[in-house]
């Protein structure tokens, strides 16, 4: 599929998946016309750094990851080593000592709006 079908299904713009290209994200062969040509799977690639990106981790480490995972369901595969796995447990660490941060926040924000409601 082209990188504008592409975009489309997975709502990413084409900037940033040419941008997933340069950083080794995301493959594309190339017509004789020079246009990309994604194959079927990209979309659930897409996905998937999006998702990554949305954790909170960098296209260095993604580039690291995405080979341990595979496309389709997301599930580790047996190429993760075990550098990778402690890499991978400090960034979830880090993303729970965020939201624990952001809960500790939100019952702030509730204490404060309870009080302004004179309960």
Known sequence: MRIGQLARRTNVSERSLRYYETQGL????????????????????????????AAGLHSSRIAQLLPCMRDTDGGPSAVATPRLVADLTAERDRIDRMIADLVRSRDTLDEVIDAARGH
């Open 26 to 53: 995301l493959r594309a062969d190339r017509t004789p016309g020079g246009h990309r040509d994604y194959p079927e799977a990209a979309v659930d690639r897409v996905v998937r750094i999006q998702e990554l990106f």
